[in-house]
């Protein structure tokens, strides 16, 4: 069983900058494909970032290419998700997830078997 806590969310003015961070415990964090997605009140939950097992390919959401740098520290267990240029539309509660094993579809929700609690993000115009 894998634990994701999430952490950096918060307030910041459009143009601005927030680092998230999500630890992980009680797994093997190599082993496990890595993903950020965010929710806005009544939407679906939308594909940020996501990074392959320990030197896999990232991939982001065609809102936050160019924008959002998603990384990984696998000696500490972390993954962060640096947000530049922040938007309004930016603005969501941001969870962290995991995926055991072969992922072929990283961008789906439905691929990832644990997940964070989440952080909220709010950008102001």
Avoid: H
Avoid at 21 to 45: L, V
Avoid at 83 to 112: H, Q
């Amino acid at each position: 069983q894998v634990q994701l806590v999430e952490t950096g969310g918060g307030l910041v003015q459009a143009g601005g900058s927030l680092r998230l961070s999500c630890a992980a415990s009680g797994g093997t964090f190599r082993g496990y494909a890595m993903g950020w997605f965010r929710q806005a009140p009544g939407k679906e939950r939308e594909f940020v970032a996501a990074m392959r097992r320990s030197g896999g390919s990232t991939y982001y959401g065609d809102s936050v290419k160019g924008r959002f740098t998603f990384s990984r520290d696998n000696a500490q267990n972390t993954v962060f998700l640096q947000m530049n240029s922040l938007k309004p539309e930016d603005t969501a509660v941001y969870y962290c997830a995991a995926a055991n094993g072969v992922v072929p579809f990283i961008a789906a929700v439905r691929s990832y078997d644990y997940w964070g609690q989440g952080t909220q993000v709010t950008v102001s115009s």
